[in-house]
């Protein structure tokens, strides 16, 4: 009988040492978005520089645009409650005629080196800046940083040389990066896809295969909004080559019975559910600060999921209707009390050339409409039913939390998701364009991120790697 016993317990242990596998991964999405049908022929893997060059002729019919603006005379003090203000809008599109020098903010953008290549039968954009200079013995660090949306590779273009070149900007130079800063497929200068389905396992798919075709076998990752979902699903598609992941918003789809609760009694029990003091300021009144908020600030994204092309139409022929539909987001996530404001509270956080030059990434390319699409292609299928959404994240993960996301995650929720969180930590200031925002506090996030990686080795913990 206890030989029985002991067989019995022996089965269990090997069934259980056995069937340990490794973490499940995200199978790559091979995909072909090219026009037409896949050609026989091998992909061409060149790249070949890329300038943004805009002709008089498009730049004559922008102003022709911008001169027979209509403009509806918005409610007394409904300040940005009901959207971008036209007053302010006035405003905006008379600097926009008038003092607003595109011509040199192309010699802006075409600083940094930029470049394309055909990924998946589409031509992707990026931005690749190496460091001016390395400190002795070191090498600098491949890190890869996704936008989001109405963002685009611009947003970027304040951290980049805080990343590339860290002594020069009072940082510490002990991790030194070069930067890669792709254009989503749809945004700005990537071709859009030409067919359906194109979601954010694809775009991670495309910028894995970016990053391989540059030579990067391990690299890091940094992302916000779509940038936050891209980089995540590539965490999950090739983990043993994501040595981090750094992201400044970190939301969770899959909610369980838990994460009810706290959301009931965390206000009242936060020790219970691993809440911090500057989660219950964030979160509650739940309420107010969770569902009223998601239900007023979301009605862009039901639209988008759902008819995008109808509203993109009027947006990609009219760039007041553009500037107004993007501007608002910039108002909005970057604080919610701009809402009360006239102007939005645009001019206390952005320059208005950064602004315009973001909205003329999507006017000149003509991306509004594919950007949108992107919506649908990540929501139809509805929120919780993909298999990204029940993986975690096994990468070492840092977050960056600032006050004034639109939506908080506490640590204790994004630990279920991002299992190997080295480091969390609660912004002093900024909101959802941090990159743009706020530059020095995220790159300071960043650095101190990788820092924790590189000291403890960590990436190498997370088991064998590939080959």
């Known amino acids: 009988m206890l030989l029985e016993v002991f067989l019995v317990l022996g089965t269990v242990i090997i069934y259980f040492l056995l069937s340990k596998k490794k973490e499940e991964t995200l199978p790559f999405k091979e995909g072909w978005w090219g026009r037409g049908q896949k050609p026989d022929t091998e992909e061409d ?28 005379e918005p409610l007394e003090n409904s300040c940005f409650h009901y959207g971008t203000n036209s007053v302010y809008l006035r405003k905006v599109v008379s600097y926009w005629k008038n003092q607003f020098n595109w011509k040199k903010q192309v010699e802006v953008l075409n600083k940094y080196p930029q470049f394309k290549t055909k990924i998946q039968g589409i031509d992707i954009h990026f931005v690749h800046v190496k460091p001016p200079h ?46 890669i800063c792709p254009s989503i497929p749809g945004y700005g200068f990537s071709e859009a896809p030409h067919k359906k389905d194109f979601n954010s396992v694809s775009a991670a798919s495309i910028f ?22 891209i980089c995540t699903n590539l965490a999950q598609i090739a983990p043993n080559h994501m040595k981090g992941l750094h992201l400044n918003l970190a939301s969770v789809t899959k909610m369980g019975f838990i994460h009810l609760l706290s959301v009931l009694l965390g206000r009242y029990l936060p020790g219970l559910f691993g809440f911090q ?12 600060k969770g569902l009223y908020r998601i239900l007023l600030e979301s009605g862009y994204a039901h ?27 910039f108002s909005t996530w970057t604080d919610l009390e701009f809402r009360n404001l006239e102007d939005g509270g645009l001019g206390r956080k952005f320059d208005l050339d950064d602004l315009l030059t973001n909205i003329m990434i999507y006017w000149v390319s003509g991306s509004i409409v594919s950007s949108m699409r992107f919506y649908k292609e990540n929501l139809q299928k509805g929120i919780g039913t993909q298999k990204h959404e029940r993986l975690t994240v096994q990468v070492p993960t840092g977050i960056a939390s600032f006050p004034n996301e639109v939506m908080h995650t506490p640590q204790a929720w994004a630990q279920k998701k991002y299992t190997n969180i080295v480091s969390f930590h609660f912004m002093p200031r900024g909101g959802h364009f941090a990159a743009l925002e706020e530059p020095e506090l995220l790159a300071e996030d960043i650095l101190q991120f990788v820092g924790k990686v590189e000291k403890e080795q960590l990436w190498r913990k997370k088991g064998d790697q590939l080959p």
Not at 213 to 227: C, T, V
């Open 45 to 72: 893997t060149t790249i070949w520089p890329f300038k943004v060059e805009t002709t008089e002729e498009e730049l004559s019919d922008l102003f022709r645009r911008l001169d027979q603006a209509r403009f509806t």
């Open 134 to 179: 390395l400190p002795e013995g070191q090498s600098a660090k491949p890190l890869l940083m996704v936008h989001g949306w109405p963002g685009s590779f611009y947003e970027f273009y304040k951290i980049i040389p805080l990343l590339t070149d860290p002594a020069s900007h009072g940082l510490s130079d002990e991790h030194v990066f070069e930067v």
């Open 208 to 229: 894995y295969e970016l990053m391989l075709r540059l030579g990067f076998k391990e690299f890091y990752a940094q992302g916000g909004d779509w940038g936050w979902l």
């Open 277 to 288: 003091d500057e989660d219950v300021r964030r979160m509650f009144p739940f309420l107010e």
């Open 303 to 329: 639209i988008q999921a759902t008819k995008p092309d109808t509203v993109g139409c009027g947006l990609n022929d009219s760039p007041v209707g553009l500037a107004a539909y993007i501007l608002e987001k």
